[in-house]
């Protein structure tokens, strides 16, 4: 290579190379137009493809139009009615601002560019048409078209085969494209959108004044009831954005779903900047931490997430796709989208309710979930997606099934109604007294049905004694200067130990005080425990099995200080481990008043909806779920 002289790209490759950073497949053209179709103030915005993209994409606005002069430039690279000094780049506004788009699809497609410019609220005599190919570009040629414009990109990647190759199926192409438009889709519920393909509409929504409503047409109506929403400023004196001469502050808004919908990834995952769609893990860890302790690890939340800063303290010129930035500050951010979700999250009753879409199911959104291929049929009703919904939630139960859980209810009420239903009272006053009596039902042993308000609430009495022992420890634990009240042991226990756990025992020393542990080294290979937590003790739980198991954990890495959230993602861990020992079981029986006072705290503590795994605690058959079952409606 070193005998090649040094040349000026020609144009061709200019382009090309550019369209090997921002235009990787059909959906990175859709969403180049698309953005182009927004700056240009378009309230109306048609994307139509053909076999995903592959064959047609055509995207049609409503917005302001190019003027037939400027057709050409608008192809040319570099060129751009968006920027014009480098203060502008400073404090973007728009989607749009690196001149690239339009030069690099055209390099490797064939692009045609209809436009009929609208200048100062009076549409142009005439439009013009403009077609463009590799390096070739046609003559700007008068056209008889509506305000607005189309362009229409037929055979990506005719001329670069690598990329041609790289394509997938139409239905594939399809399906990112659907994403793509749903993320955008959100940004402005001002504009209508419809997706067209292979001439049949796959998506429409209307212009609607609130962005709930606009998320959930995208997320799917079946989401409404999961979907929390949040808002929160930022109170800090230098927090103002100015805007038009108007000021306001630095804001998160957006939508948290409950835990019960949390999927096996993070596609569902809406992240904005200033409305732009971006990939961020600053926002991405925001919202892992709000829900810690509220689903499974394995698990995503759903979420939207917008924030509003002052562009200048962003840039957004750090990615060739724009699709990530680059925070200034990026703690304050955390900081504020944490704050404002884990607010909600906590406020919130996050029972979910049996008629909810359980975890990961496989029907779901109208626009991002692609229709279930599942050769097993996706139960239909209630009462089969409240069977599912234990099935999937614990293993160990698998052999749960709402017709025993069923008899053993009706059973239990016969057993103690005194007489017989007397035919003409009520069902509420048939059952009523024996709740009222018992305030609560244990079911073998495992599980407690109640009833609040809403209806009747299926509690796992584990899950539940688990979350509240873990509240308790984590209240007295964070409590200033305390520590756990333990217990000296009169003979210290014995727990063999290697030397790399007897240097972990070392290492951990601060943690086991602050939990009321207090263990070392004895010899080559064991570990001494001289205390342990009272708490832990009373419940019996064996101290030597117990600090084995913590050592464990210490050797896999589990008890590791991450780079962020140090402390607190440590201490639950451990917290978790002592509360999941501590708890009930299923198939402990419990007392009436212990089975009482469980209930009662329930609704005292925080984050009672999970056990501190994730999993739900507690699940509700609304009135309404119970009326549908019964057909009373
Ligand atoms: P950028 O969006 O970064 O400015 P593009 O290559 O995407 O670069 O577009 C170049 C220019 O063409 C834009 O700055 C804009 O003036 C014009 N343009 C492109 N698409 C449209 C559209 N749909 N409506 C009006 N003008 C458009
Ligand atoms: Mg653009």
Redesign the pocket.
Known sequence: MADMPIRKLPLLLVNQIAAGEVIERPASVVK??V???L??G?KRIEVAVEDGGRELIR?S?D????PSD?LSL?LAPH?????QTPDQLAAIT??????????SIASVSRMRLT?RATIDGKSAESGAYLQASGDYVGEVTPDACAPG?V?EVRDLFFNTPARRKFMRAGPTEFGHITELLGRLAMVRPDVSFTLLHNGKKSLEVFATSSRRQRCIDVLGEELDEAMLEFEQEDISPDAVIEENNRTKRARVWGLAGLPAIARATGKFQYLYLNGRPIRDRTLTHAIKEAYRGLIPPDKQPVAVVFLEIDPRAVDVNVHPAKAEVRFGDPNRWHGLALAAMRQRLLAGDLTPSVGMPPLDTSRGSSMSIPPPQTSTPIPQTNAAAFVEYFRRMDPQQKNFVYEEVRREVVGNLSDQSVSLPNPSGTESELVAPVLRAQGVLQVHQSYLVTQDDQGLLIVDQHALHERVMFEELRRRVLAPGSTLESQRLLMPAVVSASVKRQALIEQLKPLLERIGIEAEPIGKDAVAVHAFPSFLFDRNVDPVEFCEELLDKAEDGQLDQPSVNTDEAVLHEVLDMMACKAAVKAGDAMRPEELAALLAKRDEIERSSNCPHGRPTTIRLTLKDLEKQFKRV
């Open positions: 180049e137009l953005e182009n179709s700056d240009a378009a995207v606005d917005g302001g139009g190019i400027e608008a060129a751009t009615s968006k920027l728009t989607m749009g601002f690196r001149g690239e788009a339009l030069a436009s414009t362009v």
